[in-house]
């Protein structure tokens, strides 16, 4: 299918792009790498009447370390964030995204705000405690990666908001975990395992609305507990979605077993 | 809105409708039949194209975004002559197509494979090109064909 007709812009500068969602009056949508947007546009799902392109504002692709963090512009592709080095997680967890044709053009800010129940980047803000910047009409602020993601596909971002960059912290150690039924696939269930300022965080994708911790298993390491122990006290504590993809039980047990990996991987056993 | 950008070597100036893609402003404002349009919403891979030397999905993008890009489709793998280039060689001698509806994206996200890792195994020719679905052939043939025209390329042959 055909997109329905839109008037195109392309900001110059963050400014113009929240100035022109402003005027849009809720009926505009940001363009980034296009590869969640434009497939929603072809299926008609939406059809906003203004689209505004933030792929030529300059300054806003990058990844950035700042001390015990690295700072990830919101139009830094997938593909950047597989070739960086300041960041290991971040590039382990972009891998699992999608194709290369995906990764090359598909933006970091364009995948956190889309927020994807089955997304890498955004298990990935939470599990590391990451921050977010958000420009709109009266100027910046920013906002913990956990109060962001309010449902699926939906966050607290207004309409006329414009997310600029993230700052992800880096962990001392860190496990990555996925299982999709094929390459390239959304996952069925992620999880990510991080050491922040020398606590412990897990964080889980596609068990429902938006990432979650597994908090359980995070007081079970704490705790001194094994693995083992922490990876089954998460599952007790999941009440995962079921859906064609695969059962609440099925979710459950993969998902402990995805915490074993992550944990695993973070050399935490 | 008007437009220019190069393809295969070419400039073209366009005038078009910001929701037509990519694809539409290649296949029916350029000619370029080449670039198939399988699903239109990014996931079977045929519309691939290099944008600035990075494979794109030539439907998940707008011909207005290409403005002053370089862009390369499968009309542009073959010489002046119409020799073939190696990659559609392989794929002729390794049955790496039977309806050839897959191929010009299948040839697009090989070429940049080729570009990017000029020895891949099995295994990452497998990987690199889980993006483009094919109905027909059920891939062996096409990782034969990727494989063998690594092979060619790596010879050193005469400059061409
Ligand atoms: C075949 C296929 C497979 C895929 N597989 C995966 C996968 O396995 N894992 C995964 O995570 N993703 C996957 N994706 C999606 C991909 O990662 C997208 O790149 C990503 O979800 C959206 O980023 P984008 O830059 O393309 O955003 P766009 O598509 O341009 O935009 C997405 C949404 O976010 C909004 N938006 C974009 N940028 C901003 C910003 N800076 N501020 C505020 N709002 C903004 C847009 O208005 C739109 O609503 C896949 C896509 C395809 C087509
Ligand atoms: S037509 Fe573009 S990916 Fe299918
Ligand atoms: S040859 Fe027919 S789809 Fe691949």
Redesign the pocket.
């Known amino acids: 299918m055909k997109c329905a007709p839109f008037d195109y812009v392309r900001a110059a500068s963050v400014d113009e792009a929240v100035t022109t969602l402003s005027q849009a009056d809720g009926d505009g949508?940001?363009?980034?790498?296009?590869?969640?947007?434009?497939?929603?546009l072809a299926l008609r799902m939406a059809r906003p009447s203004v689209l505004v392109d933030?792929n030529r504002i300059p300054g806003l692709a990058g990844v950035t370390p700042e001390g015990d963090a690295v700072r990830v512009g919101?139009?830094t592709r997938?593909s950047a964030l597989v070739e960086q080095t300041h960041h290991p997680l971040l590039a382990d967890a972009a891998r699992?995204?999608?194709?290369t044709a995906?990764r090359a053009?598909?933006?970091a800010?364009?995948?956190i705000?889309?927020a994807?129940p089955?997304?890498?980047?955004p298990v990935v803000a939470v599990g590391t405690g990451a921050t977010v910047t958000v420009a709109g009409p009266g100027g910046t602020r920013q906002l913990a990666a956990e109060d962001l993601f309010v449902g699926a596909l939906m966050t607290d971002?207004a309409e006329d908001?414009?997310?600029?960059e993230v700052r992800f912290p880096l962990p001392t150690r860190w496990g990555f975990a996925e299982f999709?039924r094929r390459h390239?696939?959304?996952?069925l269930v992620m999880a990510v395992a991080a050491e922040v300022e020398g606590t412990v965080r897990v964080a889980l994708g596609g068990i429902g609305a938006v990432p979650v911790r597994a908090e359980a298993a995070e007081r079970v390491l704490a705790g001194g507990g094994s693995l083992r122990e922490a990876a089954a006290a998460a599952a007790e504590q999941l009440t995962p979605t079921a859906d064609l993809h695969g059962s609440a039980e099925f979710r459950r047990a993969i998902a402990a077993e995805m915490i074993r990996r992550a944990l695993t991987r973070a050399g935490l056993s | 809105m008007d437009i220019t950008f190069s393809v295969n070597g070419e400039r073209v100036h366009l005038d078009v409708e910001p929701r037509h893609t990519l694809a539409d402003a290649l296949r029916e404002e350029c000619g370029l039949t080449g670039t198939h349009l399988g699903c239109e919403?990014?996931?079977c891979g045929a519309c691939t194209v290099l944008v600035d030397g990075q494979p794109a999905?030539a439907c998940?993008m707008f011909a207005v975004q290409a403005d002053g890009a370089t862009v390369t489709t499968v009309e542009g793998l073959a010489g002046e002559d119409g020799e073939l280039h190696p990659l559609q060689e392989a794929f002729v001698a390794h049955h790496g197509l039977q309806c050839g509806f897959c191929t010009p994206g299948m040839l697009i996200s090989a070429l940049h494979l080729l570009e990017t890792d000029p020895e891949p195994d099995r295994e990452t020719i497998r990987t690199e090109m889980s993006?483009n679905i094919c109905r027909c052939t059920g891939y062996s043939g096409i990782v034969d064909a990727v494989e063998a025209a690594a092979g060619v390329l790596r010879e050193p042959g005469p400059a061409s």
């Open positions: 949508k940001i363009l980034a790498g296009g590869q969640s947007l434009v497939p929603v933030v919101a139009l997938h699992w995204i999608g194709h995906i053009r598909g933006t800010g364009g995948s705000a889309h994807d089955s997304a890498e980047l971002l908001e414009m997310l600029t999709a390239g696939d959304f996952a | 919403h990014g996931v999905r998940l993006g």
